[in-house]
């Protein structure tokens, strides 16, 4: 049964021990000594072999020291898992560094080959990294879907309650800008979504520029009217002990006022610039002047940059605050290079700090030269102790990284019934017989979909299986007698997310589910379908989730030119083009029924192999014939990617290839083709992707090692000699197979389709693009003839 998830009791703040913050405070000085130098090693110290800059940004790392200090050594729980911007990556590298988990040599090699990555990756860095981030804002949307994931495995008993941890997104102010952000903050609402925190380094600076003064404050409103608690992080314990003494409150008044370009500047410029602005502007405030003139330039500089996100004690009171599992938006102010000398410059992002004030940056921090990589060096040695013990003690030290998980067992998938069927009805029928059994793998399906549930054939399972709600969601319609096939009632127990029309967090809710192994310690079974067009609305979180290797099914339904008079603005021309460029991803195209089943069960098996990945299949709503198989021989091939539906004798001067929906015309112009031409071969693709890949990887393999592989698609293409020609076609660019006459210089006619589609029937449209029997009889026979 699943069990009520009962909301958790928040816990009162305690003030923090001084030796505590005193330590927190030394870490903050490490994480910026160790950010800086790790990139000044990479840009200035290590051997250039190539003259390209390697980069990294140390003024984007110093902004958040203080946060990731406060989180990682204070407020992180066992179970928490975050996304770390992508560019304070140097700063994840330094903190298991610390923890004795992270090796110098990929601190030395970072941004070099085998090195720390540049930016935090699952599955190329050494160090646990929970989301890999580099595409910024898709690293903070995951978050909120990780959550719902979580909630989910809570839900069905995957998952003790005490278990959940916190999803956790540290990122800069101008990832708010991304769309992304609030398709999946809208999501989120709808989901009543719980245990997130967003800690934004709100240093007001993007790439380009300072941002917008018009922002403030909206942050604020757009969270607060989506359920989040808004926690906003201005000033530091040195300002507001500052601004609570006589005059202090002007500056205060002073500082909510100033635009976010004049702040930055100001911080590049100084201690004197302040004191002359501050001077002017509050000539008449006699007791702020004199409250002004107490500060020397130092102390001023100190005192007007001391913004609450480098302020451990503001930080930390603020995390021990929010104990409960409200979602949480930290708004924590800071300085972008805070501590060095690019602090507030414009142009800081990519900055790099000059050998002279890297080298006083050592100084300062009482490092001896030779001693730069030294974990505690500059604290003495029994400050160096405490720290060390410090650390070691920290819950952070003992949090396990990924989780193994066990392999769901796949069932035979039997091949649905029928003499003529289309591939997306065969797809909700097994899902349908999968939905109705008691398979373990049953259990751990999770289907998701953006609002096209329905019409990509999922209903019969949704009707089984339920939709997945926090709460009970009744079915009112049912509940008023009012008829429907559908059943839509949500529950705990149910298994299916109903997303809103919002792709890309499609992707975004498989690529965390497709991590439920590594994250949560149980695999799930992510299945997503989307129209086929609107792939293209997700990619960069399609590449995202494939990036970190989510695995998941991916079913995009209906594609291409059988969308017949739906077509028009919603055929899909590309798609299996963007999967065959997409590492981790594998598109099959079946034309069968049978074809399906035996790639969906091959696809729970892909999804679960340690050198597995996420598999996409494109199916169609056209209703076909079903072929009646004399063997279970072109199996294999169907799984590769290819087989001879009919096999060609030797000789042949042609031969057609086609793929899914296009079998029909391809059986009939063969059909037609074979009267004169007895042996006429037929290959019946499956995978174009599929194909290509190991064309490639045998190729590299001779390369590589000198081993002579053969792969599935050379193997093939033997069958005919050298002079023969291949007509390709299938019901996309014809780019997906045209390249099939590299592998063996066949000459080639590919057919397809590369225009925007029109709206029609089948018949009118394979007309208009040339797909019909009569087309790849006319290119048969252009080839035969020795014409292209
Ligand atoms: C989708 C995407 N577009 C552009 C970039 C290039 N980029 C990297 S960081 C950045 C600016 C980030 O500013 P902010 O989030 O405020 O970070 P910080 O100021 O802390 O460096 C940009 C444009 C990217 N990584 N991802
Ligand atoms: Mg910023």
């Not at 890297?358 to 060096?377: D, F, Q, V, Y």
Request: include cysteine.
């Amino acid at each position: 049964m699943p069990r009520t998830i009962a909301p958790s009791a928040p816990t009162a703040p305690q003030p923090l021990a001084r030796d505590r913050l005193a330590q927190l405070e030394a870490l903050d000085q490490r994480l910026l000594w160790l950010s800086a130098w790790t990139i000044h090693n990479a840009n200035h110290l290590r051997e250039s072999v190539d003259g390209i800059k390697v980069g990294g940004h140390q003024a984007s790392c110093a902004s958040m020291t203080a946060i990731m200090a406060a989180l990682y050594f204070h407020a992180l729980g066992p179970n928490d898992r975050v996304a770390v911007k992508p560019h304070a990556g140097p700063l994840l590298h330094a903190i298991h560094y610390l923890l004795g988990k992270q090796g110098v040599e990929a601190l030395r090699q970072f941004r070099g080959f085998g090195g720390a990555q540049s930016y935090p990756s699952r599955t190329k860095d050494a160090i646990p990294v929970d989301f890999s981030t580099g595409s910024v804002g898709l690293g903070v949307a995951i978050t909120a879907f990780a959550s719902l994931v979580q909630d989910w495995m809570i839900a069905h008993g995957l998952l003790g309650h005490e278990e959940a941890g916190r999803m956790i997104a540290l990122m800069g102010d101008a990832e708010l800008d991304e769309g992304n952000i609030y398709e999946c903050l809208i999501e989120g609402y709808k989901h009543d979504l719980r245990n997130c925190w967003w800690i934004v380094d709100y240093n007001r600076q993007s790439l380009d520029a300072t941002t917008a003064d018009r922002m403030f404050r909206r942050f604020d409103d757009i969270f607060e009217t989506c359920g989040w608690r808004v926690v906003t992080l201005k000033h530091g314990k040195l300002q507001r002990e500052t601004f609570a003494r006589p005059g202090g409150q002007a500056i205060a008044d002073w500082i909510e006022t100033c635009p976010n370009a004049d702040y930055a500047a100001l911080t590049y410029k100084g201690g004197a610039a302040w004191r002359e602005r501050l001077v002017a502007d509050l000539a008449d405030h006699p007791e702020t002047l004199r409250l002004i003139a107490a500060h020397d330039d130092g102390a001023l500089q100190q005192l007007m940059t001391t913004l609450g996100g480098h302020c451990i004690e503001t930080l930390t009171a603020a995390f021990d605050a929010a104990q409960d599992e409200r979602n949480t938006l930290f708004i924590a102010y800071t300085i972008k290079g805070h501590g060095l000398p690019l602090a507030g410059h414009k142009d800081n992002h990519a900055g790099l700090m000059t050998p002279g004030q890297i080298e006083g940056l050592r100084e300062s921090l009482g490092i001896a030269p030779g001693e730069e990589w030294e974990p505690w060096a500059g604290l003495g040695d029994n400050a160096a102790a405490e720290l060390r013990a410090f650390v070691a003690a920290s819950t952070i030290a003992a949090k396990a990284g990924d989780h193994a998980a066990e392999r769901v067992p796949v069932p035979a998938i039997p091949v649905p019934e029928g003499a003529a069927q289309s591939t997306q009805g065969a797809f909700g029928k097994i899902l349908f017989e999968l939905a109705k059994g008691r398979s373990p793998l049953a259990d751990r399906i999770l289907t998701t979909s953006p609002d096209v549930t329905v019409s990509t054939n999922l209903g019969a399972f949704v009707n089984s299986r339920g939709l997945f709600r926090r709460q009970d969601l009744p079915d009112v319609f049912r509940q008023l007698n009012v008829p429907s096939p559908q059943k839509w009632q949500g529950n705990p127990a149910g298994q299916h997310v109903e997303l809103g029309i919002a792709e890309h967090n499609l992707f975004l809710m498989l690529a965390a589910a497709g991590l439920a192994g590594p994250l949560f310690g149980e695999r799930l079974i992510p299945i997503g379908t989307v129209y086929d067009p609107f792939i293209a609305r997700g990619l960069d979180a399609l590449n995202y989730g494939c990036y970190q290797d989510a695995r998941f099914l991916l079913v995009a339904t209906p594609s291409g030119l059988t969308l017949g008079g739906e077509g028009g603005a919603h055929q899909s021309i590309n798609p299996p083009l963007i999967a065959m460029g997409q590492p981790g991803l594998t598109h099959y195209e079946p034309a069968t029924a049978d074809e399906l089943a035996l790639l969906m069960e091959h696809a729970f098996r892909h999804l679960q192999a340690p050198d597995g990945g996420s598999i996409y299949l494109r199916l169609s709503t056209r209703t076909i014939d079903q072929p009646a198989r004399a063997d279970e021989g072109w199996k294999q091939g169907a799984i590769d990617g290819a087989y001879w539906r009919i096999a060609p004798t030797a000789d042949q001067p042609v031969a057609i290839v086609a793929m899914g929906a296009m079998m029909p015309e391809a059986l009939a112009a063969h059909a037609m083709l074979a009267e004169d031409m007895p042996g006429l071969g037929l290959l019946q693709v499956t995978s174009p992707g599929k194909l290509h890949r190991d064309w490639s990887d045998a190729r590299a393999a001779i390369w590589k090692r000198g081993a002579h592989a053969t792969s599935p698609v050379e193997t093939l293409l033997a069958a005919l000699p050298p002079s023969a020609g291949l007509v390709t076609v299938c019901d996309a660019s014809p780019a997906s197979l045209s390249w099939l006459g590299g592998v063996r210089g066949h000459r080639v006619n590919p057919l397809g389709t590369d225009r925007f589609g029109q709206t029609g029937s089948l018949p009118d449209l394979y007309g208009e693009y040339r797909l019909d029997a009569e087309a790849i009889v006319e290119a048969a026979a252009g080839l035969i003839a020795g014409a292209r």
